[in-house]
Antibody, heavy 127, light 112 residues
Framework: EVPLVESGGGLVKPGESLRLSCGTSGINFNNAWMTWVRQAPGKGLEWVGRIKDRSQGATVDYAAPVKGRFTISRDDSKTSVYLQMNSLKTEDTAVYFC??????????????????WGQGTMVTVSS | QSALTQPPSASGSPGQSVTVSCTGTSSDVGHYNYVSWYQHHPGKAPRLILYGVTERPSGVPDRFSGSKSGNTASLTVSGLQAEDEADYYCASYTGNINNLVVFGGGTKLTVL
């Protein structure tokens, strides 16, 4: 069983929108802070944003290049996190991963050690 | 913050040791002991191999070790094995809500 599975990628034109989903299984989702990371073709990994759990107000922080265009949300009833991408640009072309921080005996590294990753979903923005 | 700086490539023969550097600034690597390293075989999910500069998650061999001096962190892979050939990325927490985590550009490790 794969803990994290991304879906929703595809080919879109500049200015269009796309919504990615990350379904989870076998993890304590309600308490988890979920992060999105992307990798452009031939480039390194790039942090996109993170949503905290509901007890922390489901607060979201975003990387500067996507702030105002991307929205991260969560549905605890479906143990899923979403990445709504609007006003897409060619430079948003990348594989998008969802990931979750390492937890050891309730000591969780939500923002500094990404332990479980999905396989990623490819987003291509091209005219 | 800009991306952390890693050499694009590194190599070593089986059994040898290789060290990969990761240079940041006094705002990220130099300020926090929250450096992590990831092994990535293209097409697969990245794998956390070190966190907190020196800590190994369960299941990661002790052939992988980490250190930090000033603004530069390092990953050392000892006793190189063929399966270690992969891309390696460092990352650091920054405390900046506009870019909470900064990654390195990646190092392609080749086992000769």
């Amino acid at each position: 069983e794969v803990p994290l599975v991304e879906s929703g990628g595809g080919l879109v034109k500049p200015g269009e929108s796309l919504r990615l989903s990350c379904g989870t299984s076998g993890i304590n989702f309600n308490n988890a802070w979920m992060t999105w990371v992307r990798q452009a073709p031939g480039k390194g990994l790039e942090w996109v944003g993170r949503i905290k759990d509901r007890s922390q107000g489901a607060t979201v922080d975003y990387a500067a290049p996507v702030k105002g265009r991307f929205t991260i949300s969560r549905d605890d009833s479906k143990t899923s996190v979403y990445l709504q991408m609007n006003s897409l640009k060619t430079e948003d072309t990348a594989v998008y991963f969802c990931t979750i921080g390492l937890c050891i005996n309730n000591d969780c590294h939500w923002d500094d050690a990404f332990d479980i990753w999905g396989q990623g979903t490819m987003v291509t923005v091209s005219s | 913050q800009s991306a952390l700086t890693q050499p694009p490539s590194a190599s070593g023969s089986p059994g040898q040791s290789v060290t990969v550097s990761c240079t940041g600034t006094s705002s990220d690597v130099g300020h926090y002991n929250y450096v992590s390293w990831y092994q990535h075989h293209p097409g697969k999910a990245p794998r956390l191999i070190l966190y907190g500069v020196t800590e190994r998650p369960s299941g990661v061999p002790d052939r992988f070790s980490g250190s930090k001096s000033g603004n530069t962190a390092s990953l050392t892979v000892s006793g190189l094995q063929a399966e270690d050939e992969a891309d390696y990325y460092c990352a650091s927490y920054t405390g900046n809500i506009n870019n909470l985590v900064v990654f390195g550009g990646g190092t392609k490790l080749t086992v000769l």
